[in-house]
């Protein structure tokens, strides 16, 4: 079980960081909050789905578990990657 919430901790640390940084950026570019609430929502959505297939495992193999962590990866990147561009 130790693992199983550890891979919670990291989803809730990771999404909070993007969360944070957008809450940052929309401090000092309020022009552009309309386009940083909407990664957010995608911050917050990506967390509720990984967490509810982390509650609900299809499977308890390590490879289940491994996947969710790519996909938390791999989605945090690419919201950070939308921000960096709102950034330029």
Do not use: W
Not at 52 to 77: C, M, V, W
Request: proline share 3%; aromatic share 8%.
């Amino acid at each position: 079980m130790a693992k199983i919430r550890d891979l919670k901790n990291e989803v809730n640390y990771l999404i909070f960081e993007i969360i944070s940084d957008c809450n940052t950026f929309m401090a000092f570019h309020p022009a552009k909050s309309e386009a940083t609430i909407k990664l957010v929502e995608e911050a917050v959505q990506l967390r509720n789905s990984l967490i509810q297939r982390i509650n609900h495992p299809e499977t308890t193999s390590p490879k289940y578990f491994n996947d969710l962590r790519k996909e938390l990866i791999d989605g945090a990147d690419k919201i950070f990657e939308k921000l960096r561009k709102l950034i330029k």
